[in-house]
């Protein structure tokens, strides 16, 4: 699954435009995430311009709000 | 915002306020929602545009300009230069105060336009209308329209609402990091790139001037070589070690499809238009005047469709078609010359500019450069020449 660094995520949503799955959604202040349908590829965290993402094992905490 | 209208457009940027005007101006009932707080902002571009590009759809005003360019400057890793003095006028742009003007024109024509609204879901109804789920102020609500417009940029999601999957391999991905950078040593009138598999693998680094002693630094790294390394991070690089003095006065991120074209433009009732189409040069990464173009022809198309009572995806093919045998054509020639530049060395760079070395500004041609490039490839010296015959 996918975390998010809410403190250097720029919101510029170059990671929704790769994301395979559909699990990301920018709203015009938040980027959301749907990890329940993430499937791990990374591809968004290879893109960030920001190095924001990062993959995290699922046991970890996310620091997720509920969509 | 009334509960219902011929177009909706979603997104307002250079191809969704292109998209509304040219739609009002045939004649038909137009909202654009854009999702910020604010057309035009915040900038996710390097604002080059050609003149050419520009007059096609619109008279050029002069406060849009900050800076107006004819020389292009080249330098390979070990920093040799390759000059060229063009024919073709550059601008660089202010976009916060373009897009503001091309909102503008749209509302004049007719067309109404909301901020701070997100469409968030889209459904067909049977009798041919789309439903389309806008969040707007604090309320959720359902609009109606009979042509849905997606001009919702790279992070478009309307478009595979509609099942026109618009998710980029990463091959085909810029991801980009840019300064406004102020106290920089340039030339005003000339625009530089910088060709390296260091500072920019698969991508390249501009320097867009944007009047005295300013322009806008940045890079673009592509999605399939960032190698654990994000742009804003090559950008530093590039900076401490290229303009060591410059002060920052915008730090800006995003990403630049560089893509061939999408197999469909059109769905029942849908268009994609702009960024969400991937419609953006994919050698240089320019988009912002096949955006407009492809507006206007998804605009007209759209109106003429209501018009007609047709708005099913075969009568919206004009537009696709339009744009596959105008700018599309173009770009598929343009993408397998940037797949053959993605994959360049730095020794075959430095190999390019060699070659170059000696001559004078006015004699080289950027058509020249690129037939130089793919040169160990014969198959692309005809689309090199014909990238850049006006050049």
């Known amino acids: 699954m996918i975390r998010v660094n809410r403190e250097t995520c720029d919101l510029c949503g170059v990671c929704v435009s790769v994301c395979p799955e559909d699990c990301l959604e920018l709203t015009e202040t938040y980027l959301k995430t749907d990890n329940k349908i993430c499937i791990g590829c990374g591809f968004c965290v290879k893109v960030c311009p920001t190095a924001a993402l990062s993959e995290v094992n699922e046991k970890e905490e996310s620091d997720e709000r509920p969509l | ?48 545009v050609s003149d050419t590009g520009l007059k096609k759809i619109i008279d050029i005003n002069p ?34 105060v373009f897009d503001h003007a091309l909102a503008v024109e749209a509302v004049k ?4 336009i909301f901020t701070k609204a997100t469409a968030y879901g889209l459904t067909r109804t049977e009798n ?9 102020e604090n309320r959720e609500r359902t609009v109606q329209a009979k042509i849905v417009i997606a001009a919702d940029g790279v992070e478009s999601r309307i478009a595979r609402m509609a099942g026109i999957r618009t998710n980029l391999p990463l091959k085909d991905i810029e991801s980009c990091a840019q300064v406004l950078a102020g106290n920089v040593d340039i030339d005003p009138e000339r625009i530089d790139f910088y060709l390296s598999q260091k500072w920019s ?13 300013m322009a806008n630094i940045g890079l673009g790294v592509n999605g399939s070589m960032t190698n654990g ?46 960024d969400a189409a991937h419609q953006v040069n994919p050698l240089t990464g320019g988009g912002i005047s096949s955006a407009m173009a492809s507006g206007k022809m998804a605009g007209t198309v759209a109106a003429d469709a209501i018009r007609c009572g047709d708005t099913s995806k075969k009568k919206l093919r004009a537009y696709e078609s339009e744009w596959n045998r105008t700018i599309g054509k173009d770009y598929r020639r343009f993408y397998r010359l940037k797949e053959w530049i993605r994959n360049m060395t730095d020794a075959e760079f430095e190999e390019i500019a060699a070659a170059f070395q000696g001559m004078a500004p006015t004699d080289v041609k950027m058509s020249g ?8 490839k014969p198959s692309l010296i005809v689309d090199a020449i014909k990238a850049f015959a006006g050049f």
Not at chain 2, 130 to 136: A, D, I, K, P
């Open chain 2, 369 to 376: 450069i690129f037939r130089m490039a793919v040169k160990n």
């Open chain 2, 109 to 112: 024509s007719g067309a109404e």
């Open chain 2, 229 to 274: 390394r994000s742009a804003a991070a090559h950008l530093n690089e590039f900076l401490d070690e290229n303009f060591p003095n410059a002060s920052r006065l915008t730090t800006i991120y995003g990403g630049v499809p560089v893509a061939t074209n999408l197999a469909e433009l059109v769905a029942d009732g849908l268009m994609v238009v702009g």
């Open chain 2, 1 to 48: 915002m009334k509960d219902r209208y011929d177009v909706l457009v979603i997104g307002g940027g250079p191809a969704g306020t292109t998209a509304a005007r040219f739609a009002a101006l045939n004649g038909v009932s137009v909202a654009l929602i854009e999702r910020d707080r604010e057309i035009g902002v915040p900038v996710r571009c390097a604002e080059g």
């Open chain 2, 128 to 136: 041919s209308f789309s439903n389309v789920l806008v969040r707007y």
């Open chain 2, 63 to 96: 406060n849009w300009i900050a800076a107006t360019v004819r020389k292009f400057r080249f330098y390979s890793p070990t920093k040799q230069q390759v000059e060229l003095h063009s024919k073709e006028t550059g601008y660089v742009l202010h976009r916060r």
């Open chain 2, 201 to 213: 693998p698969g991508g390249y680094v501009w320097v867009f001037p944007k009047g005295d002693r």
